[in-house]
């Protein structure tokens, strides 16, 4: 049994929840009033960036119920009237399971791979959200607005996740059987 | 010992048999969280109302460095081109005062003839004015969140309006915030009139920047560059806010451009015009909350 510091315990603590956090605040920031052009048009598709990313490096502190809750709270904070409640948070589960499902391609392989696992998840959240939201307002919704988002949030992935990804622990054996994949002792990557 | 042992082997099964459903329960879940919003849309709404009073204080602190940084951009842009932008505010000025003492002359005009008439004015209106904390923008919705609601006398269905015209009306209140549904959203509905020929029509959004001039009799009397102002029909709003103006008029119907720059808004004001209550078959012109007198000023 190991005796913790009140330091360690600390350090602990804010490891485990560092990954929540960050998606907490992602999702809020969906709602800032950034005028920055192309750069708030993706604002609402970040959060799935920050969930795909953690799901990559950190499964074991993003669980699925708090994602669930993660989206509705996206999903109460940005819909409109009428807007389904619950979609971003089937978007996010899916994902997650996606990533857990197919770690042998996505963990330890070339950023490039990751970067177009990313590129094909998130045209899935997209085509969920815009198909549900036609669906459940039963209007012809101009695609056009989410396609931007999307280009731009794709593009933006190469600036954002190295930096998320920092928050894995610092030796791959040293973590949960879920996330190590198939890294090997000594293996180092990005 | 064995009971002990039998409760370690039974949870332990039930533990897997979770891990195992779990992402059948999660998706389970978020399909009942769907349904059961279409089913039960006031549970919905109170739920996002209680979500936007929670996390405006958060967007708040966010919004002003956001809107600082914004500002600091904004002057520079400007600060290239100061001395044009000088010259044409200039000029902009000298036309404005003349249009001031052709109003001034015809506000006077118009009050001896009311008088004469014994017009009845309707009901004042009162301003509200809100900072925007967060947009609510995507591909799906057209909004914003303010940082005042209930406690201000903030109701809904007010409308909201820039010092250029209308910007939207209040769609769900919270305590201390409320959201905004800006005209370009798609679920956005306004009867109006065309400025110069009196023609009632609806102003529909469609997530656009323009919004679609869908009109009641003809389209042959709209002009290019006509104004389009509120028609006051179905009581909630003023008459004769600005809302946009007319930018074409083909086969593909009739558009509008907002005056309402919704990239710029960073104060907007909401317009207290006393009769919201007529929704719901209270009297005229109620006596507005006491928190709308301290923090809104009474126009005229």
Request: with cysteine; charged share 20%; glycine share 10%.
């Amino acid at each position: 049994m190991r005796v913790d510091g009140s330091l360690a315990m600390l350090d602990r603590w804010g490891r485990l929840m560092l990954p929540g956090a960050v998606l907490l605040f992602f999702v809020l920031l969906t709602l800032a009033p950034l005028r920055a052009p192309y750069l708030s048009d993706a604002l609402p598709l970040l959060p799935v960036l920050v969930v795909f990313q953690f799901s990559l490096v950190t499964p074991e502190r993003l669980p699925g119920p708090f994602l669930l809750a993660m989206g509705m709270l996206l999903d109460l904070l940005l819909g409109g009237p009428g807007a389904p409640v619950g979609v971003s948070a089937l978007g996010f589960v899916l994902i997650r399971a996606a990533v857990a499902n197919n770690r042998r391609y996505l963990v330890g392989v070339p950023f490039l791979f990751q970067w177009f696992g990313f590129c094909l998840l998130a045209l899935g959240f997209v085509l969920l959200v815009w198909i549900f939201t036609s669906l459940w307002t039963w209007t012809a919704i101009d695609p056009l607005q989410a396609f931007i988002q999307y280009v731009v949030v794709v593009v933006l992935y190469p600036v954002i996740a190295p930096l998320l990804a920092r928050v894995r622990a610092r030796d791959p054996l040293n973590v949960p059987e879920l996330s190590r994949g198939t890294a090997r002792p000594g293996e180092t990557t990005p | 010992m064995a009971i002990r042992d039998d409760f370690e082997v039974a949870a332990g099964q039930v533990r897997a048999a979770v891990q195992r459903f779990a992402l059948g329960l999660l998706v389970l879940a978020s399909f009942g969280a769907m349904l059961i919003g279409k089913a039960d849309s006031v549970l919905v709404e109170n739920a996002r109302v209680l979500a936007l009073d929670l996390a405006s204080p958060v967007l708040e602190a966010i919004a002003r460095p956001v809107a600082a940084a914004n500002r600091a951009i904004a002057d520079l842009k400007e600060f290239a081109s100061l001395r044009q932008e000088n010259a044409r505010l200039r000029e902009e000025n000298a036309r404005l005062l003349a249009w001031q003492t052709a109003a001034r002359r015809l506000e006077n005009e118009n009050e001896g003839l009311r008088g004469l008439a014994n017009f009845h004015e309707g009901p004042e209106a009162s301003f509200i004015t809100a900072r925007i904390v967060g947009d609510s923008v995507s591909a799906y919705v057209r909004g914003a969140l303010l940082n005042v609601g209930r406690r201000a006398g903030v109701a809904h269905g007010q409308a909201v309006v820039t010092g250029e015209g209308l910007a939207g009306r209040i769609a769900e209140v919270g305590d201390n915030s409320a959201r905004v549904l800006f005209v370009t959203d798609v679920n956005s509905r306004l009867p109006v009139v065309v400025e110069r020929t009196r023609e009632r029509a609806i102003l529909a959004g469609d997530n656009s920047p323009q919004l679609r001039l869908t009109l009641l009799q003809s389209v042959a009397g709209v002009q290019r560059g006509d104004r389009i102002i509120t028609s006051g029909h179905g009581g909630s709003f003023p008459v004769g806010i600005p809302v946009g103006e007319v930018v074409e008029t083909g086969e593909g119907g009739v558009r509008v451009k907002p005056f309402a720059d919704f990239s710029r808004l960073e104060f907007v004001r909401v317009v207290d015009y006393g009769v919201t209550s007529l929704v719901g078959g209270g009297p005229a012109a109620p006596a507005p909350p006491a928190g709308a007198q301290a923090t809104g000023q009474r126009i005229r």
